[in-house]
């Protein structure tokens, strides 16, 4: 056991083993406690306690599980020291009837599953304990049921009659979360997390205008956040915007919306104003750069890794502006685009 500092947490933690790899960011954790706040509410595979001091933090009462007890003795002293003395631990299986007795008066039972380090797919067959025994497992002591999943899996691959919440934080996919019972809200949601805001967009709300895919890029480009796109929620933003809006796809990964208009939004990852679109000759860009004022510019599109620093210094060759800008390659053509600075003053955290 150590205590460590982490960029996850904003107060050095206790940890063992990898607890501080697996742990929920707090940002995450202090999110998902706002949703899951109740009276009692039993994390039952708690680790070294990163979310469950936020749960604390929002509930009543908790109980914090783990079978490994040097991971919850971990649990405990983090517990002292984010200031909480509600928490009661429990060492044990968390699917052994003697622990489901002590946490019978529960509202919520909410479980981050063991998982491998590495599948070729994740799926939630490789969860440990499974989702079916733990929902068998505690089913006499309630139906509200939180689980964290892989996020690389696509809705389609959960096989359960929950709501699938994609997450992600300062743009960068971070969490699935899957609500069964009450808690379910819709069948899937993205949550964007921005320093101290949430955003949620979710299925069923608004009928999905469709993204029809462009074939051509407009004005403005826009990078959707990947907790919109992994939720396949690409639709519903466009009829939240209510703008027309055309789907362009770079490669099997990677895809962005284009329109004439300047629109701004929280599940938008980046934004950029087209400047230029010229074909893929070095010299060709940096006369185009040139022209543009421009300083620096980032490659957005696939070189090879040994020719990777010739390219760009070829492109860059002689720049003296301030303005960085984004290289895309789509349809054979590069476009050169300037990032637009993001302003969500007129968005609200919704819940």
Same mark, same amino acid.
């Given at each position: ?46 680790? $070294? ?12 009462? %908790?109980?914090?599980?783990? $079978?490994?007890?040097?991971? !919850? ?34 509202? %919520? $039972? ?11 797919? &994740?799926?939630?067959?490789?969860? &440990? ?5 733990? /929902? ?46 009450? /808690?379910? &809200? ?63 796809? %770079?490669?099997?990964?990677?895809? !962005? ?36 004022? %421009? ?31 984004? !290289? ?7 476009? $050169?685009?300037?990032? !637009? ?11």
């Amino acid at each position: 056991m150590e205590r460590i500092r982490s960029p996850k947490f904003s107060k050095p933690v206790f940890t063992c083993g990898e607890g501080v790899r697996f742990a929920t960011p707090e940002i995450v954790a202090g999110y998902r406690a706002g949703r899951l706040k109740t009276g009692v509410l039993a994390d039952i595979s708690c680790g $070294i306690g990163g979310q469950t001091v936020c749960f604390a933090e929002e509930c009543d009462r %908790i109980y914090g599980v783990d $079978i490994d007890g040097e991971r !919850l003795e971990c649990a405990r002293r983090n517990a002292g020291v984010y200031g909480v003395d509600n928490i009661t631990f429990i060492e044990g299986d968390a699917l052994s009837p003697h622990v489901v007795e002590q946490v019978a008066d529960a509202d %919520i $039972i909410f479980s981050d599953p063991a998982r491998p380090a590495t599948e070729d797919m &994740r799926q939630t067959d490789s969860l &440990r304990p499974g989702i079916p025994m733990v /929902l068998e497992a505690y089913g006499d002591v309630t139906d509200s049921f939180a689980f964290e999943a892989p996020p690389q899996m696509p809705p389609e691959r959960v096989d359960f009659n929950c709501e699938r919440e994609y997450l992600s934080v300062d743009g960068q996919l971070n969490r699935l979360t899957l609500y069964f019972g009450p /808690l379910k &809200r819709c069948e899937r949601s993205g949550v964007v997390l921005k320093e101290d805001m949430y955003y949620r967009l979710m299925s069923g709300v608004s009928t999905p205008a469709g993204v029809p895919e462009a074939d051509k890029i407009l004005d403005y480009v826009f990078e959707p956040d990947p907790a919109v796109v992994k939720a396949g929620l690409l639709g519903e933003l466009a009829a939240e915007l209510n703008i027309n809006m055309g789907l362009v796809k %770079i490669d099997a990964r990677r895809s !962005l919306l284009t329109s004439f208009s300047n629109i701004d939004s929280p599940f938008f990852k980046n934004r950029y104003r087209v400047l230029d679109k010229i074909t893929f000759d070095c010299n060709k860009i940096n006369r185009s750069l040139k022209e543009h004022s %421009i300083g620096k510019a980032l490659i957005r599109f696939n070189v090879p890794p040994d020719r990777y620093w010739e390219v760009r210094n070829k492109i860059e060759s002689g720049l003296v502006g301030e303005t960085t800008v984004h !290289l895309y390659q789509i349809s054979g053509m590069i476009y $050169i685009m300037e990032m !637009l600075k993001s302003e969500h003053s007129n968005h609200s955290a919704t819940g």
